[in-house]
Structures are given as C-alpha cells and as structure tokens.
C-alpha cells in the first residue's frame, strides 16, 4: 500500500512519520550501503492506520476492519548482516527475530481496546528482492471481541498467507522508493 502523500497525513501523521525517520535512516544505510560495522538496529516505532486502510489491507484476507483507527508502538530488532545479505546476494531466506507489537484500537462502543501480538517474519529475497514473506502470527492479548478479530485474520494468514503480496511489495517498497526519500541521509555513510 503506497504511503499517503504529506498533504494528505494529519499533523498526528506527519509527527509520527518524522519521529520514525532515523530508524528508517539507519535501516536504508544497511541495506543499501553493505557496511558491517555499527552493529544490529534496534528502534521504537509509533505508526496509526486509519480504519479505511485497514479495510483496504485485510481485504485480501476477505475481512473488513469493524472499528476505527489503530494506533501501534513496536521494538523493531534487525541484524545488520540479514540487512546487507537481502540486497547482495542472490538469494536470502530470513528468519527475523519474534517482533511484539502494542496497539490501541479505536472503538465507537467500550472505548479504546488495547491489543498486543506476536510475530516472526521470514523473508526470502532473490537478486535484491523480497519475493515471498511469511508474518508468522503468534500470541495475541486482547478484549475477546478484538481478538476474535484477530484471530480470524491471523488463522487465515497463518494457513494461506494470504498478506504475502501486500507485505512483499510493502518491503519492496521500503528498500527501493521509500529509502530513496531519505537517501541524501544514509548513502555512503
């Protein structure tokens, strides 16, 4: 899913997205400029999605999103060689470390819900490309409505991996125009 345009995000939105950019800054130096040194990345990310997004991701899972926005904080945790390797090689089958993710959903009913879950992502990349990529759902703790949400989504995608290609092209995106929006930032750093 192509990102919203800078006149389109909130104020909300445009915060967000510049209080992500150092760690997307360090990623894209990784990925693209195959130094080793400085260690695995670690960093907080804060991203909101608004109801109609999620509509249009979990569409492919043939379910709609029933509540409003989702706001979510992650620990990210990436290996620096996984990082250099998905790029220069050509061909990677990563395994990333189990990512947990702390989210409140707007609800018009009870007030926000607060879910969190569990993922293990594993990605194969070939000449520089993500061309399959499994989430590898895990535990999720939420109010029994949400979860149940949840858990139909991540089922279906654990059995038929069914988000591969929106998370395929969501990594494709990243390590290709997405870093390039930040490129006078990292290359040759």
């Not at 990623?27 to 999605?49: M, Q, R, Y």
């Not at 499994?134 to 089922?155: D, F, H, N, R, S």
């Amino acid at each position: 899913m192509p990102p919203l345009k800078a006149e389109e995000l909130t104020p909300e939105e445009k915060a967000e997205r510049e209080a992500r950019k150092d760690c997307k800054v360090r990623i894209c130096a990784a990925f693209h400029n195959h130094k080793p040194e400085g260690g695995d990345l670690s960093c907080s990310v804060l991203k909101t999605w608004r109801k109609e997004q999620l509509d249009k991701m979990l569409s492919k899972a043939k379910v709609s999103w029933p509540w409003g926005r989702v706001k979510c904080t992650a620990d990210i945790h990436l290996k620096r060689d996984m990082l250099i390797k998905a790029l220069s090689q050509p061909h990677l089958e990563a395994t990333l470390d189990t990512h947990k993710v702390v989210c409140q959903v707007a609800r018009t009913e009870g007030g926000p819900a607060d879910i969190t879950f569990e993922f293990t992502p594993k990605v194969t990349f070939d000449q520089g490309k993500a061309v399959k990529a499994v989430l590898g759902w895990g535990k999720i703790e939420a109010p029994a409505l949400v979860k149940g949400a949840m858990w139909t989504v991540t089922t279906t995608d654990n059995a038929f991996n069914v988000l591969q290609s929106t998370i395929v092209e969501d990594i494709n995106q990243f390590t290709g125009p997405r870093c390039d929006e930040v490129k006078s930032d990292w290359a040759g750093k």
